[in-house]
């Protein structure tokens, strides 16, 4: 059979037989003939004892209609043998049973079961062109609306962001044990401009994947599942009639990634018209999963851009200030005697620390989610307070504790959490290696501020030039959920040996 561009097939025949349209099917035995394209066909099991409930398949006629198809188990030998996906068929005889309410593949009233006089025959050749396959998308609201109603289960394309918890910046490398061990792997994907959710694929659509990922030359982008099931949390579930298909295989996936790829491009093109030799002057406003793209392309260069963004957390585990220069702020070492300015342009030998702000907080906006870094005055700018002025008011109302004491995170930087605000953010070269993704803040601009200057910019790479060294090394994935806690990665603070565990500073000011 010769396949059209449309994704159509066309087979030809003589006959002039009449059969009846998928929409006519009404409950009720039926004597009439129906002509359909066997879309998949899957094993149906009762999910506590396991015991085969019968085969259901999808099937889809002329006119586009997809009905449900049911075969019961003690006749599932009898005509499996002749069956195969793709192919088309005359079936005579059935009885139109009522769909089921439960986990529903198609919207039809009806499902046509094949009864003790169902006759099924294969044909090769026939005058009309039947659909290879109907998806039903809806939208992530509608997801929301059905959630853990185990009703409809809906198809769903979109764009992975991490696979078994690994970015796609590199080709991810699957662990087939695990997964063997788990029986399922999670994908990240974000449908268009929707928010990121959890795809659990289990047990045979788990091998199914993992398969088909491989078998990939490039690492592919884009995901489309059939009939997931929609949990709370923005999570979804794969069932055993669950398909899935990548980058070109279907139209619908072909699609998305024409768009995908087209909005890439519009992104490299809006900044490619604003970068200097070293950096881009003008800030972008862009969303989290826009900045994150941004970040995972060879032409990638330092840019500035604004983020609208909620907190979700103060990443505990690691510090939330170093000791820095006085003069300078960057990083302040312990020598013999006294503390060492780390910036060979500052090198002062006998500096006084003062503390500054090196905040991890985890973000999240309608795309994406993330961990931005403060530093220094973007700190103050939330909070109200210069870390020096918190960390001095916490040794002078714990005076037992040593120098050496590492100061907890204050009321004053948790009282942040829920707030929404634009975000001034840096990327640099740290980001582009794929291993750092956590994104340096340098500055907090009003939810209405006007576009910047040139010039305003300009003091934002003086005033941080050096500070955004701190959070060099400062590596983590974005959280896989709201609420999530830090990685181990997380843990780590900039590499020094000193605010590693924050110290005591040796002037409050």
Request: charged share 25%; aromatic share 8%.
């Amino acid at each position: 059979m010769a396949m059209k561009r449309n994704g159509k097939s066309h087979v030809s025949s003589d006959s002039d037989e009449q059969f009846m349209s998928f929409k006519d099917v009404s409950l009720g035995p039926h004597e009439a003939q129906l002509r359909f394209r066997l879309i998949h066909f899957w094993e149906a099991r009762n999910p506590v004892k396991k015991t085969l409930i019968g085969l259901e398949m999808l099937l889809i006629d002329e006119q586009g209609t997809v009905i449900q198809g049911f075969i019961p188990p003690g006749r599932i030998k009898k005509y499996l043998p002749d069956m195969k996906r793709g192919s088309v068929y005359k079936l005579i005889n059935f009885y139109g049973s009522k769909n089921k309410p439960m986990y529903r593949v198609a919207d039809h009233l009806a499902t046509v079961s094949f009864t003790w006089n169902s006759e099924i025959s294969a044909l090769h050749e026939i005058p009309i062109s039947i659909d290879e396959d109907r998806f039903r998308f809806h939208s992530h609201e509608d997801f929301e609306t059905n959630c853990d109603l185990k009703g409809d289960l809906y198809d769903v394309v979109g764009h992975m962001k991490l696979v078994d918890g690994q970015t796609l910046i590199e080709r991810p490398i699957i662990d087939d044990v695990k997964i063997a061990t788990t029986r399922h792997i999670m994908i990240h994907v974000q449908s268009l401009d929707g928010p990121v959710m959890k795809l659990y694929l289990w047990d045979q659509t788990a091998t199914d994947f993992i398969k088909k990922f491989n078998s990939c030359e490039n690492t592919p982008t884009v995901l489309l599942v059939t009939t997931v099931n929609t949990k709370r949390t923005l999570a979804l579930a794969s069932m055993s009639s669950t398909r899935v298909f990548m980058d070109n295989d279907v139209q619908p996936t072909r699609n998305y990634l024409t768009w995908y790829v087209s909005r890439l491009q519009h992104l490299f093109y809006t900044i490619a018209n604003q970068v200097s030799a070293d950096v881009i002057t003008k800030r972008e406003t862009l969303t989290i999963a826009d900045i994150f793209s941004y970040m995972s392309q060879e032409s990638a260069k330092d840019a500035f851009f604004e983020c609208t963004a909620t907190i979700d957390d103060v990443v505990h585990g690691s510090s939330w200030y170093y000791i820095g220069c006085s003069e300078c702020h960057s990083k302040a070492t312990k020598g013999t005697n006294s503390l060492i300015c780390t910036n060979a342009k500052c090198a002062k030998v006998n500096t006084t620390g003062v503390a500054q702000y090196r905040a991890k907080i985890s973000v999240y906006d309608n795309t994406e989610q993330a961990f931005f870094v403060l530093l220094g005055d973007a700190g103050r700018e939330l909070t109200g307070r210069h870390a020096s002025e918190l960390v001095s008011n916490y040794f002078k109302a714990n005076k037992s504790e040593g120098a050496d004491h590492e100061v907890p995170i204050p009321e004053t930087l948790i009282s942040i959490i829920g707030q929404t605000h634009k975000f001034c953010v840096k990327v640099t070269d740290h980001n582009f290696s794929g291993n750092t993704r956590a994104v340096t803040v340098t500055k907090i601009l009003p939810l209405d501020t006007p576009p910047p200057t040139e010039a305003s910019v300009g003091n934002d790479i003086g005033a941080t030039s050096e500070e955004s060294k701190q959070s060099g090394n400062d590596v983590c994935e974005p959280p896989t959920s709201r609420g999530d806690p830090a990685d181990e990665d997380s843990k780590r603070t900039c590499g020094s040996a000193d605010p590693g565990t924050a110290k005591r500073p040796r002037c409050g000011n």
